[in-house]
């Protein structure tokens, strides 16, 4: 399985962005699962939503407080990070995943990274 980030780019506060995360290879056996992290200069990499291939069962970090959406098509075998109200917390490099298993919160249960995207937050 490969995964390609794209859509990052340069935001001012309360701005948006999408991100995109497709998927080469994948099956059912072999990717059950997309996660999106981030990770910010200087600090450990962490969790920001995670998304279900089969039924679309989302799961997101307490802190993101319901500005941030996942999605995903199947069609396209690709994710989707919709990001709202943007704050320049919110600047990282912003990761996908896949992984074999579901709906994954903890980083050493994805198989397959991509090499991330530049999210920057700033006016």
């Known amino acids: 399985v490969q995964v390609r980030e794209s859509g990052g780019g340069l935001v001012e506060p309360g701005g948006s962005l999408t991100l995109s995360c497709a998927v080469s290879?994948?099956?059912?056996?072999?990717?059950?699962?997309m996660g999106w992290f981030r990770q910010a200069s200087g600090e450990e990499r962490e969790f920001v939503a995670g998304?279900?291939?089969?039924?679309?069962?989302?799961r997101y970090a307490d802190y993101l407080k319901g500005r941030f959406t996942a999605s995903r098509d199947i069609s396209k075998d690709t994710a989707y990070l919709e990001m709202n109200n943007l704050k320049p917390e919110d600047t990282a490099v912003y990761y996908c995943?896949?992984?074999?298993?579901?709906?994954?919160?903890?980083?050493?249960?994805?198989?397959?990274w991509g090499q991330g995207t530049q999210v920057t937050v700033s006016s």
């Open positions: 995943a896949s992984n074999r298993l579901g709906l994954m919160v903890l980083a050493n249960l994805y198989d397959d």
């Open positions: 998304i279900r291939w089969g039924d679309g069962i989302t």
């Open positions: 290879g994948r099956t059912s056996s072999t990717s059950a699962g």
